[in-house]
Nanobody, 126 residues
Framework: QVQLVESGGGLVQAGGSLRLSCVVS????????VAWFRQAPGKEREFVAA????????GYEDSVKGRFTISRDNAKNTVALQMNSLKPEDTAVYYC???????????????????WGQGTQVTVSS
């Protein structure tokens, strides 16, 4: 019933920027926490950033702090990931995930998320 659709991926030169979007449909958007994960070829899926249902709680993986910003627009059922100062090591498929519940914290645990998008490719050239 819940569907997540990512967009905004592409090819960018190191130091450039991209903005990813995740649209959540099928449920009440403001009842979901949302996160971004990424998976590079030959690597395990890793946490990138998360935001709780209200947008008041955010969390980031250390390697992206200061470069990436997660935000949400509940009126548009959309979560965005603004990625600046991109590095080649940021190259991966980026996945949006949703977790139902009005929690006052943001979780980085894969097992806490029940709904996943298909992913969008981000490639950063050196």
């Amino acid at each position: 019933q819940v569907q997540l659709v990512e967009s905004g991926g592409g090819l960018v030169q190191a130091g450039g920027s991209l903005r990813l979007s995740c649209v959540v449909s099928g449920r009440t958007f403001n009842a979901y926490g949302v996160a971004w994960f990424r998976q590079a070829p030959g690597k395990e899926r890793e946490f990138v950033a998360a935001i709780n249902w209200s947008g008041g709680i955010k969390g980031y993986e250390d390697s992206v702090k200061g470069r990436f910003t997660i935000s949400r627009d509940n009126a548009k059922n959309t979560v965005a990931l603004q990625m600046n100062s991109l590095k080649p090591e940021d190259t991966a498929v980026y996945y949006c995930a949703a977790r139902e519940g009005r929690y006052s914290y943001a979780t980085s645990l894969i097992r806490d998320y029940d709904y996943w998008g298909q992913g969008t490719q981000v490639t950063v050239s050196s």
